[in-house]
């Protein structure tokens, strides 16, 4: 299983990025798929998961109504389309999948991960 990670970047607080996520090596079909990210000095934080057919999705407080995760028509890609950024949303973001539903914001249910993309937001 292989996830690979694109479209970090450096942008300035309240803008916006779109990061996508690509899958390969396994069958899909009933695979949870999330995103999650990192600080520097912090724990990994879940902040939102998908199902496979892109209706079953859950939100961390903290990017609810800013941030907004998609799964591809072929079931292969996800994204995470993030909006008004803030400082405190820099981190490596990572993309991660697991077989065990629901797929909600529980970390252990994703044993699979990408290697990461960093968002750096600027004040």
């Known amino acids: 299983v292989q996830l690979v990670e694109s479209g970090g970047d450096s942008v300035q607080a309240g803008g916006s990025l779109r990061l996508s996520c690509a899958a390969s090596?396994?069958?899909?079909?009933?695979?949870?798929m999330g995103w999650f990210r990192q600080a520097p000095g912090k724990e990994r934080e879940a902040l939102a998961t998908?199902?496979?057919?892109?209706?079953?999705?859950f939100y961390a407080d903290s990017v609810k109504g800013r941030f907004t995760v998609a799964r591809g028509d072929d079931e292969y890609t996800m994204s995470l389309q993030m909006n008004d950024l803030k400082p405190e949303d820099t981190a490596m973001y990572y993309c991660?999948?697991?077989?065990?539903?629901?797929?909600?914001?529980?970390?252990?249910?994703?044993?699979?991960w990408g290697q990461g993309t960093q968002v750096t937001v600027t004040s």
């Open positions: 090596g396994r069958n899909y079909v009933k695979w949870c």
């Open positions: 998908t199902s496979t057919s892109g209706t079953g999705l």
């Open positions: 991660a999948a697991g077989e065990t539903s629901p797929c909600n914001l529980q970390q252990w249910r994703y044993r699979f």
